[in-house]
């Protein structure tokens, strides 16, 4: 497969996917491949003896077992780093793994996926293009990136195409003969997009991995997005109805909003630890059947026993991200669903990010610490039902047709450790 022949927009896997996977890992790279992925990012480091790694930082802390500079590794050294996996992403991927020479990528994967490799270190670009020729990788099938517009020279100069990372400077591209520039999403406009195409410059952005986002840079014309959660991004496989926590596996659209939260294998959950401050995390990998009406079931469990502490869903338009603690959260629209430590139950409407009571219970029976307790939440067109079906008789019954309709799902805790499982819609 080359470039050419992928339609527009296509998804570039952002440091292979690092929302899903451990980052720049060959572990990686193979499970983005056999998720459907075409396009695989690295970002390449030039080592002590010249050799390419692949890591994204400029030490080694972030992502392994050890410190220090990359630049002060060899490649046998390189090879003897250990991935920090369990740590990094919170469970379901075992340590042990090695981050790879940029050779290692290219006997794999070169002519086989389609690679964007980015000169991460100032003396990178050369070696890369020296490696990609000796390995015989066609030039359709990779795209260089760099952010130095001399890289991007030395790259036209011997036949590859490349990304002028961070750049809006359509007219100086051009005049290069550079064929892409990759501006950040937060600077994309459709008169940038316009102008590019209008010159023969193609455009990528960096980093989208939130839908509405998505939405945005498609409409303003982008060809390319850079994505850390490309599966999400680029379309709808990998949604379902229920939740797979027990296997502490990242699926595709479980995103932070202000945390990410972690996996807790001796309940088989999901959750957020306890906190001085109010948590929410997208879970986009839940989608109902019918978005207009259906029913969520789940179990929660409140380590907390306070009117403040307390478990929540918020069900909303779309993925702008939730942070009630931030008093900022423009564009969330829908319902926030709260247990509360003491056993009260509330429902709220949430328009542009600000919550307003719709109805409260009281005098509900205290989740006991370590247990969970069962909540069911319906929508239909003109009402809302939220019930708490471990305890007899608490329900609160709401008739509110503001946001509509509300598919996605976020989960989040309030001032207390709390842990979700045996999420499912119907």
Known sequence: MDFADLSRPFVIAHRGGSLQVPEHTMEGYRFAVDQGLEVLEQDVVTLADGGLGVMHDGTVDRMTTSSGNVADHTSVTWEQLEIDASVILGGGWPDGLRP??????????????????????????GPMIDALERH???????????????????????????????????????????????????????????????????????TVNRRHQRDDVIAAGVDAIFSDDPRYIAGDAGRRASDLFARQTWLPGMLPDTSRGRFHPDDSSWGLDVS???HSTLMGFLAPLDPAVFTLHLDVRVDGTCRRSGGSVLLSTDDHPYRPSSRSSPGVNGYLFTVRGDGSLDVQRVVDGVATTLASSTGGTAPLPGTYVQ????????????????????????????????????????????????????
């Open 100 to 125: 790879p020479l940029f050779e290692d990528v290219l006997t794999e994967f070169g002519n086989r996926v389609l690679l964007c490799a980015e000169a991460k270190s100032g003396d990178a670009m």
């Open 136 to 206: 015989g990788i066609s030039p359709a099938s990779v795209l260089l990136q760099s952010f130095a517009l001399t890289d991007c020279r030395l790259a036209r100069s011997r036949g590859w195409g490349v990304i002028w990372l961070g750049s809006t400077d359509v007219a100086r591209a051009a005049a290069e003969g550079i064929g892409w520039i990759g501006p950040p999403a937060g600077r994309l406009t459709s008169a940038i997009c316009t102008a590019a195409h209008a010159a023969g410059v193609k455009v990528a952005c960096y």
């Open 276 to 278: 001085d401050t109010v």
């Open 375 to 426: 909540l069911r939440i319906t929508v239909t067109a003109s009402e809302l039902t939220f019930t708490r079906t471990d305890t007899a008789g608490q329900t609160l019954t709401v008739a509110d047709a503001t946001c509509r309709p509300v598919p996605v799902v976020h989960l989040g805790s309030a001032f207390a450790g709390v842990r979700f499982r045996d999420v499912v819609l119907s």
